[in-house]
Nanobody, 129 residues
């Protein structure tokens, strides 16, 4: 059973930086995609960044050039380096993993992971003022 645990959220002033981490456990899959999603109060969940085991990655237009997604295979950890943060980046950030055979950087944003192939963390709050 896959478990995802996010950390690294917090409060920061506009222009500042944060690095989110997502520790994955229980995953023995060799092919999958992972991603960061966020949801602000009163808004729909949106994809922020995604990366797959084939080396591809993608970002939402709103974060391109500011956020960097990366993966440490040896530690089974996903990262999101967030720079030049803006108040509109304020949201709960969630880590997700999709082990569906059809998962790709395109499907991660269009069709966020769902059971039985998808897994989600509990989220970490990011507040930018």
């Amino acid at each position: 059973h896959v478990q995802l645990v996010e950390s690294g959220g917090g409060s920061v002033q506009a222009g500042g930086s944060l690095r989110l981490s997502c520790a994955a456990s229980g995953s023995t899959y060799t092919r999958y995609c992972m991603g960061w999603f966020r949801q602000a109060p009163g808004k729909e969940r949106e994809g922020v960044a995604t990366i797959c085991t084939d080396g591809t990655s993608d970002y939402a237009n709103s974060v391109k050039g500011r956020f960097v997604i990366s993966r440490d295979i040896t530690e089974d950890t996903l990262y999101l380096q967030m720079n030049d943060l803006k108040p509109e980046d304020t949201a709960m950030y969630y880590c997700a993993l999709d082990r569906s055979p059809y998962a790709s950087i395109a499907t991660m944003f269009r069709s966020p992971p769902t059971s039985p192939f998808g897994y989600w963390g509990q989220g970490t709050q990011v507040t930018v003022s």
